[in-house]
């Protein structure tokens, strides 16, 4: 007769590796970590002159993607009820024959 040995019983399992969320985790740290470091070596002096040029290609001008200002010919077409008027000389309103003022709707 055979009889089940509590002590026999061990855990008979390998022993398990890191799961795998684990091992994202730490290449998406050491990703940001490599990021970082060149950023604030000065490796990466490209990123900042290229967003100084995009804003620096806005300047002086009314009507600017993503918003909501445009060039009009007259107050009277920027009132309070209206819109606002953005006081200013602005290059592409004077480009146009459509006006010099600035209104924000």
């Known amino acids: 007769m055979i009889t089940k040995n509590p002590i026999m019983k061990q855990n008979t399992k390998k022993a398990q590796g890191m799961p795998l969320n684990v091992i994202i ?3 998406i740290c050491l990703i940001v ?3 970082l470091v060149l950023i604030f070596s000065g490796k990466i002096k490209g990123f900042g002159k290229g ?3 995009v804003s620096d290609s806005f300047k002086n001008m009314c009507e ?3 918003t909501s200002r445009e060039c009009v010919a007259s107050i009277g077409q920027c009132t309070p009820d ?3 008027e953005i ?3 602005f290059s592409d ?3 146009k024959s459509s006006g010099y003022i600035c ?3």
């Open 64 to 66: 600017i993607p993503g």
């Open 25 to 27: 985790i730490a290449v």
């Open 93 to 95: 309103c004077e480009k």
């Open 82 to 84: 209206i819109g606002t």
């Open 103 to 105: 209104c924000e709707r």
């Open 51 to 53: 967003t100084d040029d």
């Open 87 to 89: 006081r200013g000389r």
């Open 33 to 35: 970590l490599v990021v």
